[in-house]
């Protein structure tokens, strides 16, 4: 395929995903003058936002803490909500969009199906499904850690004549659920968002529950432009504090142990932090994640907050059980507003899967295992994605000795910093494997990120080096680090997308940089200083 104008073969600078890592490095690498170029499959830009247009499709990191830091792209923008749903994040895309004028420099419908590192000449060799064909110095893969959707092989999917699909790609233009018979497959964010939002309107309901989701209550707020205009003269602080904050908010953990405060300090401190909602919500003492007996009684009261919301007892063990089913805070919890009064409706079912698992899917419906077939007119499969890493080992890329991510990656991730590839030289990535990501909001770990990389490209123009290359010693180390720090914490007896046990054959094992912001970034801007240490450069 012919290269389309605007596009020379010999990029500074490939990006590969146009959502806010993507974006953010695009204007990075246009101050700086190089030669950069966007691909993403998506028609639009946004990246998440482009393709989960679900019912309730919602962000739960508030803004201004969920947006760019960059003055020129919030001084003028008002937000309608703290927690904003979908179409205004879509919307907010496009305001960047009016200020940056960043789609001239991008390529929508383009998938990136391979690279191939060209050791002769220092570039990678990067095809896309259209048959273009570019050679970058540089490519960075900004594609998502939420990006390829998982279907369980379900029995007979393929039968089922109704309208079935999965959240992640839910129709532009939306489905009409009003008086039908909606079927919810799975409990996750998604799950939770849909259930909470299409429950009112639906004919008849049933949630298909494999593990409860621990949900914390939103806290949304309604936000007006006066408020906000106030509220901006500390927005500045707020974006620095993101990167004092180990989970990349507004806050930390309050500074003080469960385990050793009196009965009436937990009663008061756990009040007052699920007063304020969202993830703040069990933010309340700061070793919930590391003590049994804390993870206990912060559970217990969660427990009590919900149950007092279900009427059915049985609904009520089935969605906040006696026993936890996974230490709170081990797995991602949704932020809810009505999830839980949408079970009180009398024609809403909840099916327990490890009571009553999917045998197979009909024509109809599906078919439990007790040999019931339920009819439905939509089916929404809101059973997750290939996270963290499916991304990048869906495309054939292929390093040094022309061997690719996935073989490399087979038993387990191996990065030097979580964003780069012994093996893969000049290949970066953002929001990937063993870097803050799950246990961090998206932007906060993005733009730093993109700001390391972005000085690791302007050091080695500056000093006319073409090739940097983690070292494998480095990728030991870093690995060696990521396992120690998850060897502590009570999530690593969960399981789910963070650790890859919602993948059948997926090693399972800790996905993200479990010690916080700070010390992430401490330790990337410790190998710059000390001259990219833990790389080597030519
Ligand atoms: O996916 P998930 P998600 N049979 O993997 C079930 C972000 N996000 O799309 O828990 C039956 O969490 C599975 O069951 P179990 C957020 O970071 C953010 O909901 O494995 N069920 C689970 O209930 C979130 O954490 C927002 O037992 C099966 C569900 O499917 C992440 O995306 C909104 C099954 C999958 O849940 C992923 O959330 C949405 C099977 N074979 C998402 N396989 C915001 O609010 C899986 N399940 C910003």
Redesign the pocket.
């Known amino acids: 395929m012919s290269i389309p104008n605007g596009i020379s073969e010999n990029l500074d600078v490939l990006i590969v995903g146009a959502g806010f890592a993507g974006l953010y490095q695009l204007q990075i690498y246009r101050k700086l003058g190089y030669n950069c170029k966007v691909f993403d499959s998506a028609a639009d830009i946004g990246g998440t936002w482009y393709w989960?247009r679900y019912p309730g499709?919602?962000?739960?990191?508030p803004v201004p803490i969920y947006s760019f830091s960059t003055e020129e792209l919030w001084k003028d923008w008002n937000w309608t909500e703290k927690y904003p749903g979908w179409k205004e994040i879509r919307a907010y895309f496009q305001y960047v969009e009016e200020k940056l004028g960043l789609k001239k420099d991008i390529t929508f419908n383009t998938r990136v199906v391979s690279a191939e590192w060209d050791e002769g000449q220092h570039r990678w060799t990067v095809t896309t499904d259209g048959g273009l064909v570019v050679r970058p110095r540089h490519l960075v893969l900004a594609t998502g850690a939420?990006t390829v959707p998982?279907t369980?092989a379900?029995k007979g999917l393929e039968k089922f004549q109704g309208v079935c699909h999965h959240?992640?790609r839910w129709p532009e233009e939306g489905v009409d659920v009003k008086g039908k018979r909606v079927a919810v497959?799975?409990?996750?964010?998604?799950?939770?968002?849909v259930i909470q939002e299409i429950g009112p309107e639906v004919g008849h309901l049933t949630v298909?529950?494999?593990?409860p989701?621990l949900c914390l209550p939103m806290g949304q707020e309604q936000l007006d432009v006066k408020t906000q205009t106030k509220l901006k003269e500390l927005y500045p602080v707020y974006f620095r504090f993101r990167h004092q904050s180990v989970f990349g908010f507004h806050y930390n953990p309050y500074p003080k142990d469960y385990a050793s405060s009196t009965p009436e300090e937990r009663i008061l401190r756990l009040e007052e932090y699920w007063a304020k909602g969202g993830f703040q919500s069990i933010a309340s003492f700061n070793d919930t994640g590391l003590n049994q007996e804390s993870n206990d009684g912060v559970y217990a009261f969660w427990r009590s907050k919900v149950r007092a919301r279900l009427r059915d007892p049985r609904v009520q063990e089935k969605l906040a059980p006696m026993v936890p089913p996974h230490a709170i805070g081990g797995?991602?919890p949704?932020?809810e507003q009505t999830y839980y009064e949408v079970f009180n409706q009398d024609n809403v079912d909840l099916i327990d899967?490890n009571e009553d698992p999917?045998a197979e899917f009909t024509s109809k419906g599906i078919v439990t295992g007790d040999g019931k077939e339920h009819e439905f007119d939509v089916i929404v499969l809101?059973?997750?994605?290939d996270?963290v890493t499916g991304a990048m080992t869906k495309i054939d890329i292929r390093g040094i000795g022309g061997r690719t991510v996935a073989e490399k990656w087979k038993d387990g991730v191996y990065t030097n910093l979580g964003m780069t590839v012994s093996g893969f030289p000049n290949m970066f990535f953002t929001y990937g494997p063993q870097a803050p990501t799950?246990f961090s909001n998206g932007p906060s770990c993005v733009e730093p990120q993109g700001d390391w990389i972005a000085g690791v490209i302007a050091h080695m123009k500056k000093n006319g080096l073409t090739k940097i290359e983690a070292t494998p010693e480095a990728e030991q180390n870093w690995r060696g680090m990521v396992m120690g720090i998850y060897d502590m914490l009570l999530m690593k007896k969960a399981?789910?997308?963070w650790n890859g046990a919602?993948i059948p054959g997926k090693a399972v094992e800790v996905l993200s940089f479990p010690g916080g912001i700070p010390t992430y970034f401490s330790k990337c801007t410790e190998s710059a200083e000390k001259g990219y240490e833990g790389f080597v450069l030519s």
Do not use: E
């Open positions: 989960n499709a919602r962000v739960d990191s939420l998982y369980p379900f959240t992640g497959v799975g409990t996750g964010s998604s799950g939770v968002q298909f529950q494999r593990t989701n797995r991602r949704s932020l899967l999917i809101a059973t997750g994605w996270s799950a399981r789910g997308w919602n």
